[in-house]
């Protein structure tokens, strides 16, 4: 079932599920994320000062692969989306003054910008992609990274399977190491549609990136946990537009933390990451995604 503009009806990330793909293919892959989490450990052990980082830009690839002439998104589409991030990673976007109260002291600035550095745009015949990484080689229709150690990549394709977007976490293949947004999702304008058109996709996915798990811990009851001590926990993801407070796995009064960028909530309902979200991602960004 679709909504009527032909988008899924609610939000859903594959990133999970190619997670654990990657895992069961590349031990490798195992050994770096272990590596990563105590890395991470580390600095949380040794009080890293969220304040007082260094902001980094980050070079970006935008990689356009489209089946029809409207999917070829336009460079105001593409650069609508990199002033999202910006904003959203910054801690600029005007609308986390919808923060709750409880939670206002939480939202921090990530000190991560980006930088687009160019657009590859590459016809396909291929219809819609999937979360097999098919977009991101030329043998199956679409186009491989360009210098993904040192620079993310994007890739806007007509996604199926129901999903907006995944991802894959740090310390995995190079070959296939970026971002994948459905083109009725990425940008604030042309191909991008309610309720998804605020950008909140890529902020969302990008956030896998750079480590952030689901704020639920992708677990369907209250054992799972996003390895961040000031997301509460909750039992599973929230849709569309939730009421404050939405109180699971005994978080009240305050309740689910569902207006953060990891959860699966329309995009005006998300606009904020934590402190302790920024020191995971931070801990990524001086590990294995140092070379960006």
Known sequence: ??????????????????????????????????????????????????????????????????????????????????????????????DKLRVPAPWRGLVTDSKIRFRLVRVVRTHTVQTQFRDDDGVKATATGGVPPWKPDTHLNLWVCPLGGGLLGYAQFPGGPTATDGVVINVQAFGTKGTAKSPYNLGRTATHEIGHYFNLRHIWGDTPDCTGGDGVSDTPNAAGPNFGKPAFPTVTCNNGPNGDMFMNYMDYVDDSAMFMFTTQQVARMRAALSGERSSL
């Open 1 to 94: 079932m679709r909504k009527g503009n032909g988008v899924p009806p609610r939000r859903n990330c594959g990133t999970m599920s190619v997670h654990m793909a990657l895992l069961e293919k590349f031990p490798r892959f195992r050994d770096r994320q272990f590596a990563l989490e105590a890395h991470t450990a580390l600095l949380r052990a040794t009080a890293m000062r969220v304040a007082t980082l260094r902001t980094v830009t980050v070079k970006t690839v935008v990689n356009v692969v489209y089946n029809t002439a409207a999917q070829n998104i336009s460079t105001p589409q593409i650069r609508s989306q990199i002033a999202v991030l910006n904003r959203d990673y910054g801690a600029h976007n005007p």
